[in-house]
């Protein structure tokens, strides 16, 4: 049981958290998540959200590292055109990379 007067302490690998934002500049899109090795490439786990019309925007906290992901945008698939780096996938298609 927890003392209430001495103060919550996050986990050690929680303070080691960056703070990412990606974001997708898309006026037909009606809907956008991102999927990838940081939710188990659940397709619909990680909504971006609508920041004006025609721009979505989301912020992922994410422990040093590099990830894989793909935009799904209206259902399908696609790197995310701002992310320079990319990788092949088991799909013939390319990732989009994210470095923490």
Not at 9 to 27: F, G, I, Q, Y
């Amino acid at each position: 049981m927890r003392n209430k007067t001495q103060p919550r302490t996050k986990p050690a690998n929680e303070s080691a958290r960056k703070t990412v934002r990606l974001e997708l500049n898309d006026v037909q899109a009606q809907a956008v998540f991102i999927a990838g090795s940081f939710n188990d490439w659940k397709p619909d786990a990680t909504p971006l959200q609508a920041a004006e019309p025609g721009r979505w925007a989301v912020e992922l906290a994410r422990l040093p590292g590099r990830y894989e992901y793909r935009l799904v945008v209206d259902g399908q698939w696609q790197p995310d055109p701002c992310c320079p780096q990319q990788a092949p996938n088991p799909f013939g298609e390319m990732n989009s990379v994210l470095e923490a």
